[in-house]
């Protein structure tokens, strides 16, 4: 995942002139789960189909000029990065909700995830 290319993209669309703002995620594989557990890692896989329909979906919502995913999918180790969203759009009343729609959607309808603990 290499967010400099990620935003080069987004800047090369020809109505970037209308984006007023980007904003990013970048999930990385965090050292402990929701409940404390330690984790080792995680095993995650992503529904390609789903994802290009979720991303068609978010960049219908008024002002969103643009929105790219890169993910990985297999087993991840602490401190790797999962998944990483940019989203560029006109004012951050609409960016900022479309980015916390797209990690919600991609997360709970794009991806499964387990993680292996040490308990």
Known sequence: MDL???????KSNPNFHNAGMIA???GVVRSF???GKPVQGVDVEF???KIQEI???????PGI???LVDSNS????V?????TIVVAGDIRENVFPALINAVERLKSEASTKKETTTD
């Open 4 to 10: 400099n290319k990620m935003i080069a993209t987004i």
């Open 24 to 26: 990013t995620h970048i």
């Open 33 to 35: 789960s929701r409940d």
């Open 47 to 49: 529904e390609h189909e």
């Open 55 to 61: 991303l068609r979906d978010i960049k219908s919502r």
């Open 65 to 67: 000029l643009d929105i």
């Open 74 to 77: 297999g087993h991840l180790r």
């Open 79 to 83: 401190g790797d990065e999962i998944m």
